[in-house]
């Protein structure tokens, strides 16, 4: 799963370039029975079954080897902490993270307070494994690892990147079935362009995602261009 993810794009060229390092350890490779088995039965009874504890902690223990000591032991599951970029940024500070991926029902509870620093959340759904959850923090993280993204302003303005929704942009052609370009976008006036851009991001924040505003001190700026956001709106 994670081969065509650390191969290709962002996350490819940065491991080309020796700016990040992924490296995989597989419970199964750390079982000693035939069946190479990694999963065992619940107390308690109930459907599924649990990811086998001495496997999982010896991939832990292996991996801590490789990525030092002090590497931060994440955990994905729906009952984590709900991943925003502010966590994503705290979470970029690390220099060495190991994501643990579960699968069936999980793991074992003892695993995680014994072994787990933080356990994250990726959104309110359930899926079928950890790997997904794992690639989209690692996307996430690796967006903010200098020089990882070519055009680093592209990660600064990334929606979120400000607390806001980002702002809606536009490509060739012009005209679109009868809908034009902005024309501020056209007119070169950087400046224009740029309060515009901020405009749109708080206008669409405050229609789509009001609560955000919760979490965010508006400059005096922001806050006149949101007033006229919105006195546009009544008009
Ligand atoms: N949502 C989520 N956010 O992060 N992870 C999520 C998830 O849905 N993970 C599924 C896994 C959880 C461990 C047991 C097997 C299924």
């Given at each position: 799963?994670?081969?065509?993810?650390?191969?290709?794009?962002?996350?490819?060229?940065?491991?080309?370039?020796?700016?990040?390092?992924?490296?995989?350890?597989?419970?199964?490779?750390?079982?000693?029975?035939?069946?190479?088995?990694?999963?065992?039965?619940?107390?308690?009874?109930?459907?599924?079954?649990?990811?086998?504890?001495?496997?999982?902690?010896?991939?832990?223990?292996?991996?801590?080897?490789?990525?030092?000591?002090?590497?931060?032991?994440?955990?994905?599951?729906?009952?984590?902490?709900?991943?925003?970029?502010?966590?994503?940024?705290?979470?970029?500070?690390?220099?060495?993270?190991?994501?643990?991926?579960?699968?069936?029902?999980?793991?074992?509870?003892?695993?995680?307070?014994?072994?787990?620093?933080?356990?994250?959340?990726?959104?309110?759904?359930?899926?079928?494994?950890?790997?997904?959850?794992?690639?989209?923090?690692?996307?996430?993280?690796?967006?903010?690892?200098?020089?990882?993204?070519?055009?680093?302003?592209?990660?600064?303005?990334?929606?979120?990147?400000?607390?806001?929704?980002d702002c809606p942009h536009y490509t060739r052609p012009e005209i679109l079935d009868g809908k034009a370009v902005p024309n501020v976008l056209l007119s070169g006036d950087h400046e224009k362009i740029r309060q515009w851009r901020l405009q749109q991001s708080l206008g669409?924040?405050?229609?789509?995602?009001?609560?955000?505003?919760?979490?965010?001190?508006?400059?005096?700026?922001?806050?006149?261009?949101?007033?006229?956001?919105?006195?546009?709106?009544?008009?």
């Amino acid at each position: 799963m994670f081969a065509p993810f650390t191969q290709q794009g962002v996350i490819g060229r940065a491991v080309k370039t020796g700016k990040l390092e992924v490296e995989h350890f597989n419970p199964r490779d750390f079982t000693h029975d035939r069946h190479r088995t990694v999963d065992d039965r619940p107390y308690g009874g109930g459907p599924g079954m649990l990811m086998m504890v001495k496997p999982l902690t010896d991939a832990i223990t292996a991996a801590k080897l490789a990525g030092g000591e002090k590497s931060k032991v994440i955990y994905l599951s729906p009952q984590g902490k709900p991943l925003t970029q502010a966590g994503v940024k705290s979470l970029a500070e690390h220099d060495n993270i190991i994501l643990l991926c579960g699968r069936y029902e999980g793991v074992d509870e003892r695993v995680i307070e014994s072994h787990v620093d933080e356990e994250w959340s990726i959104g309110d759904y359930v899926l079928s494994g950890g790997e997904l959850p794992a690639m989209v923090m690692m996307d996430a993280i690796a967006r903010l690892v200098p020089g990882v993204l070519g055009h680093s302003d592209s990660a600064i303005e990334d929606s979120f990147s400000h607390g806001l929704l980002d702002c809606p942009h536009y490509t060739r052609p012009e005209i679109l079935d009868g809908k034009a370009v902005p024309n501020v976008l056209l007119s070169g006036d950087h400046e224009k362009i740029r309060q515009w851009r901020l405009q749109q991001s708080l206008g669409r924040t405050w229609l789509r995602r009001p609560e955000l505003f919760n979490d965010l001190a508006l400059t005096e700026e922001q806050q006149r261009l949101l007033d006229a956001f919105q006195a546009s709106l009544q008009q």
